[in-house]
């Protein structure tokens, strides 16, 4: 089967860290871009961060720069999310998807959902308690 496993949410007070995981299988791993995004109640799914298999490009989102680093085991086709410094903000149920993007529109599209046409992880929920 083609599928995301997510995992690795929970809770936490602001200030604490977390580490999240997405791990493919069905898949051949190249030319892929993986991508986090979140989305709290009544709230629209927002990307966080995402990373090229092939390459290791990274886009954060504005709001995570310098809190959050995303990285890649190529080998096991597993991608981290490790989110430190979190704020109350930062609550929300997160997604892993994943999508062959042409690599002349990451920058300008990873952070629509609507591209991750197939792939997506179960959702795991962060909840950041102040």
């Known amino acids: 089967d083609v599928q995301l496993q997510a995992c690795g949410g929970g809770m936490v007070q602001a200030g604490g860290s977390l580490r999240l995981s997405c791990t493919a299988s069905g898949i051949t791993w190249d030319q892929y871009t993986l991508a986090w995004f979140r989305q709290a109640p009544g709230r629209e799914r927002e990307g966080v961060v995402c990373?090229?298999?092939?390459?290791?490009?990274?886009y954060y989102a504005d709001s995570v720069k310098g809190r959050f680093t995303i990285s890649s085991d190529n080998a096991k086709k597993t991608v981290y999310l490790q989110m430190n410094s979190l704020k109350s903000e930062d609550t929300a149920v997160y997604y892993c998807?994943?999508?062959?993007?042409?690599?002349?529109?990451?920058?300008?599209?990873?952070?629509?959902?609507?591209?991750?046409?197939?792939?997506w992880g179960q959702g795991t929920l962060v909840t950041v308690s102040s």
């Open positions: 990373i090229t298999t092939t390459g290791g490009t990274k």
């Open positions: 998807a994943a999508e062959r993007i042409p690599s002349t529109f990451i920058q300008s599209s990873w952070t629509n959902p609507q591209v991750y046409t197939n792939l």
